[in-house]
């Protein structure tokens, strides 16, 4: 049982790899009638489309998307709705010194274990390019969510290697995050690790970092007890991004430090609604949402991917030395954003319809 | 769709409140001809038990379990095994001043909101009790993954509060980590700990702390790219735990802050095998098993029960005070430690037959 | 991944063999809120009771069921229902001969193939004594479908040997399939079809029949295009029965003679709503229900245990004679009935509540 | 939950509809290392394509196939597959005119009532144009099924109208079956089918039939008890297909009329093999294959599409008359023999990984 399909209700299925026809998803389950265009899924693509800074890969995407099936006069039709980005011509020459060599930390061993063989090009499977699907996939669920629910997902970059900011994540807006190339709205952090960025690449290295994945707006009573809680299948969704290590919500490691009476939320009354007055629960209790900000933190390990040179072994078992050639992400928090934001939308769309279906 | 199942091929869904009838499991697609017996599962509960020293909750409970199906002349069938552990009559006079009050950071008021009313008596389904089917399922997992790959799973406390050891993971036994009562292998820090407890215990209070997961000999080749990675369905799995709010594999949140060329690990060739000499991406690459130990952490926040007075709500939005009467667990993780051996079984498990399946 | 789980939003998954502990169902993701007592799940259970009349088998069987979770102050809760019928004390020692043989027609021999072993007493999994799991969790199906949308579900036994009823469906009530004990609401048709179970009874021998399925008032738009159709379900869920071989939905194997002049509804407006002049559909087009009386045709075959002397082989591949001791139903038809009544409600119930998650 | 997927562990995902991008597959969980060309694909796909014979549409599609994704070298990766057939220019305005009525025993109606609107153009998703998709899939399957099990898929037609061959399944060959182009491999019997079929056509008529599918050499031990039955799923699929309303394996409804002693396949010892003496159990024993020939047969009700005046309604509730303008099948027989044989490829191979993953 393999695993390109994500989501129960509103469910994606995304195929393609960095070379051959093209990257894409198949979506299932959406519900009928919700506008939406070829214009409004490309323009998030953009937002996570490689060439878009000085600190992002320079290496040429296309990534423009069409729309297959699935939807008729601007609307969902509640049949598949198929997105794809084709690929474009390439020179698979540019890989052929890869072919046989293992890149340390990347998927290229594993790949080859387990199935056999791999595709050679690119990352094949394993490229981030992978991301554009999910990305195409969480434009329908995420405008559904904010029209029906008023539902709004606003992710950042709050640290860059030892840089970090501690902005209060309840205040910051959609515009703030896209005030600068790294997508940190805190001005001067995000100068500090724009700085930093600039450096590293300037050493053919890469660095890593976190991002703050916010929610707000959810309603009460999503998430699906016992295993299929809220806050695990937001942990998996993060999880499932290429080079993700780490995922916490609400006070997560640092919490672990605290005595519960100073980690509970206490429960308060205000305007007449049932709220908390902290948030170290990240907006879930017992695995359900609990109508607070739902806010988490995702880490992202320095891409594998460096010119410096490394120690690695070819497929007949010779250790060789390898530098890398290819263009790169010397940091991949930037792009990363709106991929954390379209996991969330694709999480909170698939625990509503279940809520619904049995719920209400 | 409700969350009461876990894994796909190795399925088990769990069922049964603190109070009522029983708690037990349902495991379907167990392999047949694998030896089995009651005893053996017991002995796993017994790691899980309430009461089992001064640092735990001294509540009673049975959990002697019982096979009702599947295991035919000590052997499993193939088909559904049933393992139940029957409540004991109880007074639920116990509970009910609870019955219209929310308990802080506890899943009362979101499951209240989530399914229009809820068992108030214990925790209902939100009880840690459940975690007793989890680990009944998981002793036949681990049998099979040991006998028939050398799978070993040895998780311990690394931390309480402020106290972490720094022990090496690759050489920690079970024999280590049964020591002592908190499931330390340290022995100096693990008295550490458990003076804390003791400390926190005495002021009515709770604490948190993190365990190490640490799973052997795993083959290369385990985990289904793109979103069934392993490391997000180990995450999944931690996530679903009770006071889990944060799962870290390999370098985890601390690998953000290193460069490429540092965190990523050379591949050598020992013994004419592909090893790596370090392991910060804890024998997950591209979410495919590498052959290297599997080792993440959990975080585990301290348990929401207090005697401590707190400030809540009511079922009828007054602001209440309370002070929790019964018995709890000053600290949720020596006895959390055998729960996530048995996440960790129930994950290799599924991924070893889902790898079998499309591979072998 | 073993095939113990039916539906997919409410979802049970049924365990137990006719001998061993018990047999019963876990139910997830039931709607919450739903009044139901052990004494409604009992009443249907008696319609498929062994020992109910002169022409089921003289076997008795304990079908006393407990609900052991998800039930709270009469109402479910929307965790996971287990409902149990335990075992009772049993000589294996009666079905030791049969230890070594394999009965022809009778799952004995492919269970041992696939298995490796099989639990020999009774029937071990593949016993009828598994349906009583699926009418447990029918009653609680049937009950929200009816509150909630009105649906009724009345079947009945439409033929036995060459003995048919041509009696409209529409017009049967349960009041009529109760009146005698083969569950034909044609009076002078039952008399014949029990005349001939006696007759068969006498030779040792067994007898099949069909059952007509219906299903009123199914609201219009359940069934997902374009694999779970609501007829595809239908029948897999019919043909999932024990001795169920085949399933035809409205005209059917009879309809593949007719033009489509012929076989076509015409669509006619009756009080202002859309409705049908015919009913060859069977109440579904396209996958989807069209607000006309469901209706379909199940064909049982003769029980396959006999008292006859039949040619067999042995485990050590010998052939061999046998001639049944045990006491078995000469005709499985009256007791099929509640069985195929439980089916429909449970593929209406997932359906509705999968139309509900997308659509409504 | 849509239900465009089929299949667990060989997984399939279909989109498209007859009009706008185009039509395809993803399939996920395939085996890597299968050789495989869109030319192999293509073969089969001119089976099923319109306008191959004077008894067929005259309506010309393009069902080109290309590959996009999941093969590599000409092999499989182990990664998703797509498959994908755009679809050409058109003039929508061929339909505008059926825009507002509702087609008798088409999909119109109940997609419309689901949904909320529909796709017009054609029949949208409901169109015979989908299973263009499945049997792209299946000749992945069918490849790996004869190369790795000798797994061999003959279907055909067996009756039109009132004329039904009677010729052994057992004995019938690929080239039996291609040799005509109503492919029923019996010479008489299909001169008279085709003419009947050119009678109809010439009445602006449809009429209906059945089709024997056969599987050969399918090893002992496939289905999932209890609900997952071979028998099930392979009802489940047929029925999945447009137009079909009754399936039956083995004896079936005829079968209903025996005694268990006529009915019953005794065991035999057949060159040290266990085998049957007659097939009434089509292959299937309890739900799992027991290594005889399986056979089935599947209804097919007359084509809905005539060009015979009809009474209809339309959208706005007026009663109309309607005589269809569209190029239609007047038998969709000849047509459906390959869908029938991709589905029962698509179900064999997905109970092979089933049936491998828990026992092999």
Not at 110 to 134: C, H, I, M, P, V
Request: charged share 30%; proline share 4%; net charge negative.
């Amino acid at each position: 049982m393999a695993g390109n399909t994500f989501g129960h209700l509103f469910r994606i299925t995304t195929f393609g790899e960095s070379h051959g026809g093209g990257v894409g998803v198949v979506v299932d389950g959406c519900p009928p009638g919700i506008e939406i265009t070829e214009e409004e899924i490309q323009k998030e693509q953009d937002r996570r489309r490689p060439g878009q800074s000085k600190i992002t890969t320079p290496r040429k995407e296309s990534d423009t998307v069409k729309i297959l099936s699935g939807v008729f006069e601007g609307k969902t039709t509640g049949t598949p709705i198929l997105v794809i980005a084709f690929n474009q011509e390439f020179e698979s020459d540019d890989y052929i010194e890869l072919k046989d060599v293992y890149r340390p930390s990347h998927a290229d061993y594993t790949y080859e274990a387990k199935y056999g063989f791999r595709d050679w090009r690119g990352s094949g499977r394993a490229s981030a390019r992978e991301t554009l699907a999910r990305v195409a996939a969480s434009v329908i669920a995420k405008k559904y969510l904010y029209k029906k629910l008023g539902v709004e997902i606003i992710s950042y970059v709050e640290s860059v290697g030892n840089i970090r900011t501690d902005i209060d994540f309840e205040n910051v807006s959609m515009e703030d995050v896209e005030a600068n190339i790294i997508r940190c709205p805190d001005p001067e952090k995000a100068e500090e690790m724009i700085s930093l960025i600039e450096d590293v690449k300037e050493d053919g290295d890469s660095i890593g970092g976190a991002i703050r994945g916010v929610i707000k707006n959810v309603p009460v009573g999503l998430g699906e007890p016992v295993f299929d809680k809220l806050s695990a299948d937001l942990g998996k969704a993060m999880l499932s991004i290429n080079a993700v290590k780490g995922f916490e919500i609400g006070s997560g490691f640092e919490g672990t430090k605290l005595r519960g009476s100073q980690h509970n939320d206490p429960f308060k009354i205000e305007d007449g609604k049932i709220r908390t007055s902290s948030n170290n629960s990240g907006g879930v209790t017992g695995g359900i949402s609990n109508g607070e900000t739902i806010h988490f933190r995702v880490a992202f390990k320095p891409v594998s991917t460096i010119k410096k040179e490394q120690q690695t072994v070819s497929k007949n078992k010779k250790e060789v030395t390898l530098s890398a050639a290819g263009r790169h992400d010397p940091c991949v928090l930037p792009r990363a954003v709106p991929i954390v934001d379209a996991m969330s939308a694709l999480v909170i769309m698939d625990h509503y319809l279940r809520h619904k279906a049995q719920n209400l």
